[in-house]
């Protein structure tokens, strides 16, 4: 009887990489294929509510994979909190308009205080890949509950603002790590129809986490705000203690039983488990047959293809210049002329990049990775081309002048729609492909490296953007975002492939390869 690795797309559960390894933003996955009955007010999100509820045979349930991957990414809702804390804290400390430090923080020192989570962050990206493919993903997770909260008690009880930065880059390293871990653990747990939908919640809670930040920290002590931002690493550790392992990291490990509970409590009991795990067992076994070093793996055609993709789609992320809108928004607002108070400006954008995100995680499996990242791109060059103009007539003409007074609306509107188009492509996406475009062999390298270069580009964005603005203006900084998207642009529509619905060795095919030969069994 023959029994191919993989059964006709009609029939079969799923198909899946073997392991997958993402730094993240995120973000971002390698999942399953189901085909479902879309139906209901649930089909819009994707899945519909038979889907969730009912165990569907061979299909599988959702539920517990939606409930699996939304507890890891409440390690995103930590990060998100991490890197917002700086827009609300920051102004109170370098005005010194807060009692919950006894020592002053020159502006100097808040930009280190503000910016070294990137360095944190690029630090741990390389060694926690290594870390989570010797004790899984599970565990990775659990411990890092550990350095978050001593970095969250270092910045709540610091007596100087060296404590300060210790307790920022410790949660940096931290935050950091759920960037590689908590993606890969999702896009290992879920099937090929709901891929795209739990690999966008990731960047979904990124940014949850940062309009808690702003809501709460502009209207809260910093000591009250430093605590409830304490609690959630710890939180998220409790939750996430009960969901299973990645049942693709166990069979490789060779803990075939361990596997197969972990995919009934993924799938339900009535879902073909056997078949899966046999598939997952081949995988494994022709994964260590072809095992080659990394240096070996990434020589070949499709692994070179599918770095460069990943590498200059965190580069256009972040040369964007987001992170830089992001801190500086409070003062583009003020520049438009508006009379919204900064705590009020920084929720408006918090709330837009939440609903954006959550617009983009109910789209991306139906419109594509392509259409989201092409449209994203175009829609923030015209708005940072936008910006430039606004900003350039104000050094030309000053602020007073009518012509700049008759687009003072101007930079609104182009943040806000800048921030949307982000969310729903550049944020969450060029994670995603990370996960989705390699093979087994060089998963983990290339998320961990594509994450420590996404950070170190935000360090040196965020770093330099005031400093720029002074050498060459504030408009000209923008047009310069503005031009490194239109070749982002062109590069996506020439270079990136589409992988929505797609197998790895479908993947692997569109990048110029082969695809895994099929096993038979007599």
């Not at 930590?78 to 700086?86: I, K, P, Q, R, V």
């Not at 210049?321 to 607002?333: C, E, L, P, R, T």
């Amino acid at each position: 009887m023959r029994s191919s690795l993989y059964r006709r797309r009609g029939s079969d559960p799923e198909r899946e990489p073997l392991l997958a390894a993402l730094p993240a933003s995120g973000f971002h996955n390698s999942f399953q294929d189901v085909r479902a009955d879309v139906n209901g007010g649930m089909a819009d999100m994707g899945v519909s509510q038979a889907e969730l509820v009912e165990q569907r045979g061979e299909g599988g349930r959702k539920l517990p994979q939606y409930i699996a991957a939304l507890s890891a990414t409440l390690g995103a809702l930590a990060a998100g909190s991490m890197l917002g804390w700086s827009a609300p804290v920051m102004v109170k400390l370098t005005d010194n308009s807060t009692s919950d430090y006894d020592f002053p923080v020159s502006v100097a020192q808040g930009d280190w205080i503000s910016s070294i989570i990137n360095l944190g962050a690029a630090f741990i990206c390389f060694p926690i890949g290594l870390v989570m493919d010797m004790i899984g993903r599970k565990k990775t997770m659990l411990l890092l509950v550990a350095p978050f909260t001593l970095g969250w008690l270092l910045i709540t009880f610091g007596s100087s603002v060296g404590m300060l930065i210790a307790g920022r880059f410790i949660t940096g390293v931290a935050g950091g790590a759920f960037c590689v871990t908590a993606p890969a653990y999702t896009s290992e747990i879920a099937q090929d129809s709901i891929r795209g939908t739990l690999g966008s919640y990731f960047q979904l809670m990124i940014t949850i986490g940062i309009l808690f930040a702003y809501a709460v920290g502009g209207y809260t002590s910093v000591f009250v705000f430093n605590i409830l931002c304490t609690c959630i690493p710890i939180v998220f550790g409790i939750v996430f203690f009960f969901m299973p392992e990645s049942p693709n990291f166990l069979v490789v490990k060779g803990r075939n039983d361990e596997a197969r509970e972990a995919l009934i409590k993924l799938r339900g009991s009535s879902y073909d488990v056997d078949y899966e795990l046999s598939n997952l067992k081949a995988k494994a076994e022709e994964s260590q047959r072809n095992k080659v070093s990394y240096l070996s793996a990434i020589k070949q055609k499709t692994a070179l293809k599918a770095i460069l993709i990943c590498y200059a789609l965190m580069l256009f992320q972040q040369l964007s210049g987001i992170n830089a809108v992001i801190f500086n928004a409070s003062q583009i607002f003020a520049d438009a002329g508006a009379t919204i108070p900064s705590t009020i400006s920084t929720i408006i954008i918090g709330v837009i990049q939440v609903v954006a995100t959550f617009i983009s995680s109910l789209v991306v499996d139906k419109l594509g990775r392509r259409i989201l990242l092409l449209l994203s791109a175009l829609v923030m060059c015209l708005c940072s081309t936008a910006l430039g103009v606004y900003f350039f007539l104000q050094q030309t003409h000053g602020a007073d002048a009518d012509i700049v007074q008759n687009i003072s609306w101007l930079p609104l509107v182009s943040l806000s729609l800048f921030f949307i188009a982000f969310s729903l492509g550049f944020g969450p996406i060029p994670w995603m492909m990370a996960g989705e475009l390699c093979q087994i062999d060089i998963k983990a390298f290339v998320g961990s490296t594509a994450g420590t270069l996404n950070w170190l580009l935000s360090f040196t964005v965020t770093s330099t953007f005031n400093s720029l603005n002074t050498a060459i203006g504030a408009g000209q900084v923008f047009w310069l975002f503005a031009g490194i998207m239109l070749v982002g642009f062109v590069f996506i529509f020439f270079v990136v492939p589409e992988t929505k619905g797609k197998s790895v060795d479908e993947i692997q095919v569109m990048l110029g390869g082969r695809p895994a030969q099929r096993t038979e069994e007599k």
